[in-house]
Nanobody
Framework: QLQLVESGGGLVQPGGSLRLSCAASEFTLDSYAIGWFRQAPGKEREGVSCISSSDRGTYYFDSVKGRFTISRDNAKNTVYLQMNSLKPEDTAVYYC???????????????????WGQGTQVTVSS
């Protein structure tokens, strides 16, 4: 399995921003699609966003459209999730995951991804 490391989580007030990072070692990220997923206490893990391999586009789940932006920096071998206008309901552990040669669309599914990071906690609270 590929090693992914998330960072950037923390405590932020409602309306604030955070940027999460998903860094990879031992492989080149641009050939992989990276998905961001989250799991709140007592809830199932859900999709947040996805960036396709080979610059084929991005996908956002409805709950974050217009507020979150996913991007990649191939030179740093890192994918970012910029989260703006955060709400208390965004509180969760956020995970990044990777899959080879994959196009992100409305059909993206958690089970399509075969390498996962350890997660980073995001807490939105006043």
């Amino acid at each position: 399995q590929l090693q992914l490391v998330e960072s950037g989580g923390g405590l932020v007030q409602p309306g604030g921003s955070l940027r999460l990072s998903c860094a990879a070692s031992e492989f080149t990220l641009d050939s992989y699609a990276i998905g961001w997923f989250r799991q709140a206490p007592g809830k199932e893990r859900e999709g947040v966003s996805c960036i396709s391999s080979s610059d084929r586009g991005t996908y956002y789940f409805d709950s974050v459209k217009g507020r979150f932006t996913i991007s990649r920096d191939n030179a740093k071998n890192t994918v970012y999730l910029q989260m703006n206008s955060l709400k208390p309901e965004d509180t969760a552990v956020y995970y990044c995951a990777a899959v080879w040669d994959y196009y992100c669309s409305a059909y993206v599914r958690e089970r399509d991804f075969d390498s996962w990071g350890q997660g980073t906690q995001v807490t939105v609270s006043s």
